[in-house]
């Protein structure tokens, strides 16, 4: 009987090595040409999947975005006036405003005189108004609007920043040395939206500041192509605000004229303004001021701001 001959294998440990022999060894093994655990085939298998990878996610969010992109026009907004987000009713801003700092803060708060510290707002305005300026607003898509003149289809009216006059300008520090400062206002703008002014006297609403009334009224009776216009009014917002502002200007209009209107996208297009100015405002007092515009189709809620907008007037 042939006896069965067994061989016993043992594993044998792998040699002693310290912390940064083992790191080394993993950076770089010469024994098996591994480096970080992997040859020189295997890391580029794994490079090549995971460009191949990469090349189609870019590829299929490119093609993704590209049919998206058909889907928009660049020039006009999808959803409009009572379909969009926006509306159809206009907020209306000031300017100057406070600083990024007070993001949340309508106060206009200056000293006013030769040591006043007023600057700061001139400054604002005249960033604001920039472009303004005759030279930035000219160019082959504008054109001169008036009352009997409304611009073509594609043109859109400049505005000459000399409208606004003599008084609200950068060369008087918009009125602020001398404590009759000016607020500049716009409209927001809204694509395609038409306004609908009160071009009949008879049809003015019952809450429409007096004093506004008797002006719509006079101008009726001079030219009743300036009726189409969405009329501006600001007032102390109180009775006690109301008894420390003092007179208020409007230039270069009592609003926004209706020729500015709509909003078509024209490149160069620029919002009208409106320039208010204080002429004498009680100093020391801080006053509440509510300015709000009107036309039949906008709206005006207090606690939203609609149709109006709120500020506050601080000279010391």
Known sequence: MTEKKSEDY?????????????????????????????????WAKIFLFYVVLYAFLAAFFAAMLMVFFQ??????????????????????????????????????????????NWKQWTAELEKFLYPYDTVASSGEYFTSCSFDKWPAQGKVCNFDIKLLGTQCTKEELFGYERGRPCIVLKLNRIFGWIPEPYDDPSELPANMPTELKEYIKTKATENKEQLKMIWVSCDGENSADREHIGNVTYTPFRGFPAYYFPYKNVPG?????????????????????????????IIHDRQRRLGSVHFELLMD
């Not at 044998?12 to 040409?33: M, Q, Y």
């Not at 009713?89 to 206009?108: C, D, H, K, Q, Y």
């Not at 409106?274 to 039949?296: D, R, S």
Request: net charge positive; with cysteine.
């Open 10 to 42: 043992f594993a044998v440990a792998p040699p002693k090595r310290s912390g940064w022999a083992n790191f080394k060894l993993f950076l770089w093994n010469g024994e098996t040409s591994e480096f970080l655990g992997r040859s020189a085939s295997s």
């Open 269 to 297: 297009y620029l919002s009208p303004i409106v320039a208010l100015q204080f002429q004498k405002p009680e100093a020391g007092v801080l006053i509440n001021i509510e300015c709000k515009v009107w036309a039949k189709n």
């Open 71 to 116: 889907t928009l026009d660049l020039y006009q907004p999808r959803w409009q006036n009572a379909n969009g987000l926006i509306g159809t009713n206009p907020g209306l801003g000031f300017r100057p405003m406070p600083s990024s700092a007070n993001v949340e803060s309508t106060l206009i708060h200056f000293k006013h005189g030769t040591a006043g």
